[in-house]
C-alpha cells in the first residue's frame, strides 16, 4: 500500500545560492526515500511571507534565519522544521526541530587555513547588527575568540547592507577600512558576497592579493567564485546536508515519528582553496610586484621580459631575488600559473579544451597536449575524466 500523498511547503529565497543549495539537498531526501511529496516553492518569495497564516499544507521547512519567517509560524499547528544559523545563546534555538549550518567551525576553517600560510594578522569583514544578520554576528565571536586566544589583534568592519543607491559609499568606506590595515594579513569575510567586495576594492586601491592581502569567504558559491581577476578561496558549508537533514526530519514528524533531537548542527564541507589565500611569505618588494603581475597576466602569455619591465628593475637582479625567495626561476612561475588555471578550468567547466588552451596563453591546443604529457602523462581529457570521477566518489562518500 502506498503511503500518503503530503503537501509541502518550502520557504526559502530562491535567489539565494544558500537557499538553493539547501533546497537540492531536500531534493536529494525525496529521491532516495521515494517521498509521496507534492512541494510548493513559492517564485516570488517576499508575496509568500505575506501569506503565511494560510498556507493549506501538510508539512514546512523554512529558512529561520528571516525573523519575519520565524514570528510568523511561531504558532502554527502544522509540523514545520527550521533551517538556518547555529546559536551559543540555546534562547535562540525555536522549540521545533532545528537544522544549522556550525558558524564556529566556519569560522575556524577559514582562520587555521590563513594561519597555515604563514600569517600572523587577521581581520574580519562582516554585516550589520540587525535581526536579518544574527549569522553574521556568531561568526564575528568565532573570529574574535579565535585570535584574542592566539594573542593576535581582532580587526573587525561591519560593512553597510549594499544597494544601488548606496553602492558607492559603502565602497569608499570599505577601502579606508582596507587601507588602514596592517599588511600582510589575511582576511574571513562573512560570506562568498562580501568577500568579492574586498576583492575588487583591493584591486581599486592597487593593494596585491593574496602577498598583501588574503582573502577568504563563506559558502564556496560555484556561480560567482569567477567573477573577479583573482579566484576566490572559500569554506563551503554542508548546505545539502543540511536540506537532507531537515526533510528527514519533517518525514518521522508527518509520519507520526518524534524527532531523535531538537538540533541538529552540520559542520563545513572543508576550505576551497584558490588564488584569494595562496599566501606566501614573500619578503622582497620587487617579488611582490612581479608575483602579483604574473598572476594577473600570466593566461595572456608574457613572457619574463614583460614581467621584469613591469618591476623595473633588471633581469639578473630580479632572477636573483626570485630565485632567494621561491627557489625557481620567473619562467617556472609563469609556467605553474597558466598551467594551474587550466586544470582549474578543466575541472570545474565544460569548456573545450582548445578554449581552454586559449584562454591560458598557449599558442595551440597541440601545446596543452604537450604540457599535460610533460607534467601528468595524461591527455587534458583524461585529466577531466578522472577529476569528475574523484568528485563523484567524494560526493557519494559525504
Excluded at 500500500?1 to 518550502?10: D, E, G, H, P, V
Excluded at 509520519?255 to 611569505?281: H, L, Y
Excluded at 619591465?309 to 617556472?332: P, T
Excluded at 598557449?362 to 583524461?382: A, G, I, M
Aim: glycine share 6%.
Amino acid at each position: 500500500m502506498f503511503s500518503k500523498r503530503y503537501s509541502i511547503r518550502l520557504l526559502f529565497n530562491a535567489n539565494k545560492v544558500y537557499d538553493r543549495q539547501v533546497v537540492a539537498g531536500i531534493g536529494e531526501y525525496l529521491q532516495s526515500a521515494q517521498c509521496d511529496w507534492d512541494i510548493f516553492l513559492e517564485e516570488d518569495f517576499h508575496s509568500a511571507k505575506d501569506n503565511l497564516a494560510d498556507l493549506g499544507c501538510d508539512g514546512i521547512i523554512a529558512d529561520y534565519d528571516d525573523p519575519l519567517i520565524q514570528q510568523a509560524l511561531h504558532n502554527s499547528t502544522i509540523p514545520v522544521v527550521a533551517v538556518g544559523s547555529s546559536y551559543r545563546d540555546q534562547s535562540f534555538y525555536p522549540n521545533i526541530p532545528y537544522v544549522a549550518t556550525d558558524n564556529d567551525a566556519l569560522v575556524e576553517c577559514a582562520y587555521q587555513h590563513l594561519k597555515k600560510s604563514g600569517l600572523r594578522q587577521f581581520a574580519f569583514y562582516g554585516l550589520p547588527d540587525e535581526d536579518t544578520c544574527r549569522y553574521s554576528l556568531e561568526r564575528e565571536r568565532a573570529y574574535r575568540d579565535l585570535v584574542l586566544k592566539d594573542g593576535f589583534t581582532a580587526h573587525v568592519y561591519r560593512g553597510k547592507n549594499t544597494a544601488h543607491s548606496t553602492w558607492s559609499q559603502s565602497m569608499a568606506q570599505l577601502k579606508a577600512w582596507l587601507k588602514s590595515l596592517p599588511q600582510p594579513i589575511g582576511i574571513i569575510a562573512v560570506t562568498d558576497s562580501r568577500a568579492r567586495h574586498l576583492l575588487q576594492c583591493c584591486e581599486h586601491l592597487g593593494i596585491f592579493v593574496p602577498d598583501q592581502t588574503a582573502v577568504i569567504g563563506i559558502d564556496n558559491e560555484k556561480m560567482a567564485r569567477y567573477l573577479n581577476r583573482v579566484s576566490l578561496s572559500s569554506v563551503g558549508q554542508g548546505t545539502h546536508q543540511m536540506g537532507y537533514r531537515a526533510a528527514h526530519s519533517l518525514h518521522q514528524m508527518l509520519q507520526g515519528q518524534a524527532s531523535e533531537a531538537k538540533q541538529f548542527v552540520i559542520g563545513p564541507t572543508g576550505v576551497f582553496s584558490r588564488q584569494s589565500s595562496d599566501f606566501k611569505s614573500l619578503q622582497d618588494p620587487n617579488v611582490i610586484q612581479a608575483m602579483h603581475y604574473i598572476r594577473q597576466n600570466a593566461c595572456r602569455g608574457i613572457k619574463v621580459e614583460q614581467v621584469v619591465d613591469y618591476v623595473g628593475i633588471s633581469r639578473s637582479n630580479l632572477e636573483k631575488r626570485f630565485l632567494e625567495e621561491h627557489g625557481y626561476s620567473i619562467h617556472h612561475e609563469l609556467h605553474q600559473t597558466k598551467f594551474n588555471r587550466a586544470k582549474d578550468l578543466l575541472r570545474t567547466t565544460t569548456l573545450a579544451s582548445s578554449e581552454i588552451a586559449t584562454l591560458c596563453g598557449y599558442p595551440s591546443l597541440q601545446y596543452l597536449y604537450t604540457v599535460f604529457n610533460k607534467n601528468l602523462q595524461q591527455t587534458p581529457r583524461e585529466y577531466r575524466l578522472q577529476q569528475a570521477n574523484q568528485d563523484a566518489e567524494t560526493t557519494e562518500e559525504g
